[in-house]
């Protein structure tokens, strides 16, 4: 009697499953909606503080839920308000005053004061806190709030760039006196609804974001991968729309996959084989040299990058930086037998052994081993150590060794490389690089206000680096994206984490 | 004495040859055992020829022909760094016998001697050996290999002695038990009586009994080195690139597979027919033997 009873009732209770399960797949189904979801892949977040933000993933999550005061309109490379309306600089280059937008609030309703401002980037540049962005901005003597909505910032010497500095990634506001940088509470389109560690983090349109019309999504889903291979497998697949970094075999995959429509853009962002400079073997000019007259770049470019992106010349103003960029400077045609001898007049006539760090992503594990085959027949023999990234950059192990290949992304002006990675005392002067007179140039070039003067600078900074230059950049790589082709408004970044979210809607 | 040795020395000779020649006839009475061994003894030949065989260097960019599809220039195509992939695996041979072959090899010989040891003593030496091989085979191989590679970085002596390290303490084993069955047979204890010393009597009385299942043991220990140098360099952390190593190629391979699928077939396929036709010819010689092995 009870028996029967409780078979029909498991009979209907799995029915009953059935049909929910049913109407929750008729409800996932139709989610295309116009305000709907956009459903992103990309590697999880380590760091949510926006000073100590870097990969793609954070600055993503960042940008979506902070402003930056100043934000690049990247086809023109031009800065252009965000929340500052508007700004003055006097004629001295020395101070910048910004009106900021009306009506922004912060995601917990307090409205967006100057003081937020000053507040963030006294943070920013605290000598204590040690952030990345301290080196940045040690160049400003004040930060005051000298209106409601009005900020002045005071130079100690003139910075053409400054704007650009000022919407470095790491330059989000946040609230004055957030204990927690790490709560989400910013001004920006979106509002953190869930985030769950390792697994995806869920955005919903802030409502009350001072930009008419945007948000164009209700919902942004950012679900963490940790591979690349399995992103692009989920957006085939209809699991998610929008993948913002890719290889470049995975990007030739999605070619003409129906309802996917794919991104490519050139970038200034490089990799860098460098050789320290500060003793031996690289102390002997005649070694880097020789190095650059081995390497053959057409190739290089044709089989790590398939052809795409620009072929380099070893110096870190890529052809994008138009008007700084010098196209009469070229890199050494190759020649091997003029590698052998410069080799062995500096000592090395019976080859030159060393280890070539390589961290384990992107194409520098490829370029590695097209440099091993390529140097050998020049008598430089090199071992490949392919590291993962956080033993690579770990403990500063890269600055420390002798040969090393190293990722530098995109940047929209090139005073930033010369200034971290090629003068003498700047923080990621990997290959021990000093030299006077490079360094009073990369001076000017920084400090002018005068733009002839600036490209003047530029250009014989070019030349001095051919000339003797510690660094080979045989390619500027580019960027591959993809995304449902329900969306529009996508519009790639060079660096991929800077890709507007709140641009985005469906079609 | 001395000459007494040597004239047992010289008689036990052809009886040696005639047991080799039954045994390779017991390999290849049954068809899989057959094809198994016969494939082994193709790749130990690719191995020892292979840079010879192979038309181009393992790390030779052919530029112009990179990407291509197998064809008659390139048997097995060319990978996205313009490498034949052909030339790739056959040189990939000669580095798996050697890493897999050495190790081992060393794991045979120490294990052997240890488990001989460990077997034929007993007392505080065996059971304290045999509890630190326990708790080492408690933790799966590939963990463990983890683990050492984790200490001592990622290189090809690395791997070498990873993998005689996690084969150690299993050869010892199989050793072992076969030491205690044999170790209380009458000629062993006749042997003592006489006055034998111990070297003796395990070298010369136990060894000889050891020899077939250790024979089995070793075959298959080659078919899991294989297998775990594979796994290593497919995982990254074993040989570096470029060398031509199987688990590194398919690793190297899997990110470029919807372009070059063949840089990923080939080097995988190799794997598995190794490491099969090895099992199979284990499976071979222990019907040869006619012993029963514990696997």
Redesign the interface.
């Known amino acids: 009697m009870y028996k029967p009873n409780s078979t029909l009732l498991s009979k209907g209770l799995a029915l009953a499953l059935l049909f929910v399960f049913a109407l929750m797949l008729s409800a996932c189904a139709p989610a295309a909606q116009p305000g709907g979801t956009l459903r992103v892949a990309i590697q999880p977040l380590v760091q949510t503080d926006p000073a100590l933000i870097s990969s793609d993933a954070e600055v993503l999550v960042a940008n979506s839920v902070y402003d930056y005061l100043v934000d690049i309109d990247s086809l023109n490379n031009n800065p252009v308000p965000r929340l500052a309306a508007d700004w003055e600089v006097s004629d001295d280059g020395l101070t910048y005053t910004f009106t900021l937008a009306d009506g922004v609030s912060f995601h917990d309703g307090s409205p967006l004061a100057a003081e937020d401002v000053v507040w963030t980037f006294d943070r920013l540049r605290d000598p204590a806190a040690e952030y990345a962005t301290s080196s940045l901005y040690t160049n400003i003597a004040t930060i005051e709030a000298t209106g409601r909505l009005e900020v002045t910032f005071t130079l100690t010497q003139p910075n053409p760039f400054f704007l650009y500095d000022l919407s470095d990634n790491h330059a989000l506001i946040i609230k004055s006196g957030t204990t927690e940088a790490t709560d989400f509470n910013g001004t920006g389109p979106f509002t953190v609804e869930n985030y769950s560690p390792e697994d995806r983090i869920v955005l919903a349109a802030n409502p009350a974001y001072f930009v008419e019309g945007q948000p164009g999504l209700d919902h942004v889903e950012i679900i963490f991968f940790a591979d ?2 399995a992103m692009v497998d989920a957006l085939r697949g209809g699991q998610i729309d929008l993948v913002l970094r890719m ?1 470049t ?2 990007y ?2 999605l070619q003409d996959v129906e309802g996917i429509q794919t991104t490519v853009i050139n970038t200034n962002g490089f990799d860098l084989v460098r050789l320290r400079s500060d003793r031996e073997p690289g102390s002997d000019p005649r070694v880097i040299q020789a190095m650059k007259l081995a390497t053959d770049r057409e ?1 290089i470019l ?3 990058q ?1 052809g795409y992106g620009a072929l380099g010349n070893d110096i870190p103003i890529g052809p994008l930086y138009t008007s700084y960029h010098d196209p009469n400077v070229q890199p050494p045609a190759r020649d091997v037998e003029a590698a052998r001898a410069l080799l062995a007049e500096a000592g090395y006539a019976d080859g030159l052994d060393l280890t070539m760090h390589v961290p ?1 992503t992107g194409g520098r ?2 370029l ?3 440099l ?3 140097w050998a027949e020049a008598g430089i023999n090199i ?4 590291e993962p990234e956080e033993i690579y950059y770990g403990e500063d192990g890269w600055l420390e060794v002798d040969l090393g290949i190293t990722g530098w992304g995109s940047r929209p002006y090139p005073q930033f490389y010369l200034d971290t990675m090629l003068v003498t005392d700047a923080v990621w002067n990997e290959s021990h690089f000093s030299d006077a007179e490079f360094d009073g140039l990369a001076e000017t070039a920084g400090t002018t206000l005068d733009e002839n003067e600036r490209i003047e600078a530029y250009s014989q900074i070019q030349q001095l680096l051919a000339e003797r230059g510690p660094v080979i950049i045989p390619y500027f790589f580019p960027v591959f994206g993809a995304i449902s082709d329900q969306f529009t408004g996508f519009q790639l970044e060079a660096f991929p984490g800077r890709t507007d979210l709140h641009t985005i809607s469906f079609k | 004495m001395g000459l007494n040795t040597r004239v047992k020395a010289a008689s036990a000779a052809p009886v040696q040859g005639q047991r080799f020649f039954s045994l390779l006839r017991g390999l290849f009475r049954r068809p899989a055992h057959g094809f198994g061994t016969f494939i082994f003894l193709l790749f130990f030949l690719l191995a020892l020829f292979g840079s010879v065989l192979a038309p181009y260097g393992a ?3 052919i ?1 112009h022909d ?1 990407r291509q599809a197998p064809s008659a220039g390139h048997w097995f195509g060319v990978d ?3 490498r034949d992939v052909f030339s790739r695996v056959i040189l990939g041979a000669g580095d798996i016998f050697t890493l897999a072959g050495i190790g081992t090899l060393l794991a045979v010989v120490i294990g052997t001697s240890l488990g001989l040891l460990s077997g034929y003593r007993g007392g505080w030496f065996d059971e304290l050996l045999m509890r630190f091989f326990d708790s080492l085979l408690a933790l799966p191989a590939l963990l463990l290999a983890l683990l050492l590679l984790g200490r001592f970085g ?1 290189s090809r002596q690395s791997v070498l002695l990873v993998i005689v390290a996690v084969y150690i303490p299993i050869v010892a084993r199989v050793v072992r038990s076969v030491v205690l069955s044999v170790k209380t047979r009458g000629y062993i204890e006749a042997a003592r009586i006489q006055g034998e010393s111990s070297a003796r009597i395990l070298f010369r009385e136990i060894l000889p009994a050891v020899l077939p299942a250790l024979a089995v043991e070793a075959a298959l220990r080659f078919s899991y080195a294989i297998f775990l140098a594979s796994s290593l360099g497919f995982l ?1 952390v074993g040989v ?3 060398s031509p190593d199987w688990g590194l190629m398919v690793n ?1 391979a ?3 597979v ?3 699928p063949w840089a990923l077939y080939f080097p995988a396929g190799a794997i598995s027919l190794l490491v099969i036709s090895v099992n199979l010819m284990a499976d071979g010689l222990k019907q040869a033997f006619q012993v029963e092995v514990q696997i």
């Open positions: 690349e291979g290889s075999p995975l030739e995959s190739s044709e089989l790590v398939q384990n594990p490829d590695a081993a097209v091993k085959e390529q071992e490949i150590s392919v | 790390n030779e960019q530029v990179v996205h760094l313009g990622p990254g570096q690139p470029p190297e899997r990110d470029t919807s372009q070059t």
